[in-house]
């Protein structure tokens, strides 16, 4: 085995973006006779790992760090990976050994030892190289004895690649657990907001630290309060500031009330990946006063591992109109509700039940508006509102007393003892009867004229009877 150089210089880097290496050593000297092992520890439960013998150990003659000589060889099926293609030059491969393997003597280290790594379980998917072995973890330990001595690659469903290091005779190999990261923002970054029915918000979902982990999934799940809104335009998926393409660099499934999408391309892309997903939802119809309308998106990765999401909350609010003359409950007046003094938009409603007495109307959806009503009260209670400044504008007002000449305005808002309906009192006034020409003054003299009339005739009768009987 003359002409051997020593392998283990470019086998120092054991670190790579997801996991660290620490050696330990139970032997100073061996052949491919010995066995050794492979322990993983701080393993995620339920993912698997899978080892790939790149190469084989025909001896080694170590010190306690691991520094001395080790003689590699290399089957022929991992032959192509260093004699051509991208590592020709830093690797040469010598005469054949027994059983057509061949010893391979380091020219130059790879640049690039985490890429060496993954170029390497590239090799083995592409030229369909079964793992050596494969576990799922039970534990958060992982471990492989009575391994034939080599260079190992170690993958995961966690993250694509854990390690390269050689068994000699054993290694250790500790998981960071570098876990990716989901959060949902709303518009400028709230996490809680309120609306009025009909309105429409913007999410953003950001997640980071996904590269090289596999089956990575992002699932969005909204209350029945809200409705994925013109998801065909709205949705969008970037990878930093690139576009990324539906079909080609993800799938999405949108179902009711839940989207899952799947990202096609994480096990190549680069570490310092951001990927935000933008889309809108509409509060709906069915979005109940003071509750909050969750929307809550978790991310999967691996063999289902689950980060968990913190949902957003969404609020809408309402009032109470009273309908008074300042001192008796009045019925009969009615409203319309607008977003201004004088002017502005009207806000309209449709009628939800009528109970106790009370009527209950909620904001109309596009849909609704050409059958909105007009609230009447007595007692009147409107949903679906958000915190801000209304006017309620009196359309007619009970029977014997004034309208209203302007607009009240109704102020609604979320305290911080939770929220309560503002009771609003809307005061109409009423007076006696005027005076009119039909009034009791006029009949006065009308019957007094009757009268006088009367007495005078009865005056003429009597003069003219009397003066037919002097005749």
Known sequence: MKNFKKLFSFLFIALFAIMSVVSTVSAVSGTNADKGS?????????????????????????????????????????????????????????????????????????????????????????????????????STQVEWENLELGYYLVEST??????????????????????????????????TNNGSIGDVITYTVTVRDIAGKKNVKVVDTITEGLTY??????????????????????????????????????????????????????????????????????????????????????YTYGFEIHKTDGTTDLEGATFKLYNALTGGTEIKVVLVKTQNGVNYYRVATKAEENSAVEITAGKAVVDGLATGDYYLEETLAPEG???????????????????????????????????????????MFITFGSLVTLVAGIVLITKFRMSKENA
């Open 401 to 443: 007393y004034n309208k209203l000449a302007s607009r009240v305005k109704v102020t609604v808002s979320n305290t911080n003892d939770g929220f309560k309906y503002q009771d609003t009192e809307i005061i109409n006034t009423t007076g006696a009867v005027l005076p009119s020409t039909g009034a009791m003054g006029t009949a």
């Open 229 to 314: 809104y013109d998801m065909a335009n709205s949705f969008v998926v970037k990878n930093g500031n690139t576009t990324l393409v539906k079909d080609t660099d993800y799938t999405l499934e949108v179902n009711g009330n839940t989207f899952t999408l799947e990202l096609l391309n994480t096990t190549t892309m680069a570490k310092d990946s951001v990927i935000t997903i933008t889309y809108k939802a509409q509060i709906n119809e069915k979005s109940i006063t003071n509750v909050a309308n969750t929307n809550k998106a978790d991310l999967y990765y691996g063999n289902n591992t689950k980060v968990e999401g913190i949902p957003t909350e969404t």
């Open 158 to 191: 966690v993250g694509v690649i854990c390690s390269i290091d050689s068994t000699i005779p054993d290694a250790t190999i500790r998981e960071k657990n570098s876990l990716p990261s989901i959060d949902k923002v709303m518009g400028a970054g709230l996490k």
């Open 38 to 138: 492979i322990t993983i520890e701080n393993a995620v439960k339920g993912e698997d790992y899978s080892i790939y013998q790149i190469l084989k150990i025909a001896s080694f003659d170590v010190d306690t760090n691991r520094e001395g000589k080790v003689s590699y060889v290399v089957s022929s099926a991992w032959y192509n990976f260093f004699s051509t293609g991208t590592y020709a030059a830093n690797f040469d491969v010598t005469n054949a050994a027994p059983n057509s393997e061949h010893y391979v003597i380091l020219k130059s280290a790879p640049s690039d030892m985490e890429q060496f790594a993954k170029d390497a379980l590239a090799y083995a998917k592409a030229n369909n190289i079964q793992p050596t072995s494969t576990d799922t973890a039970t």
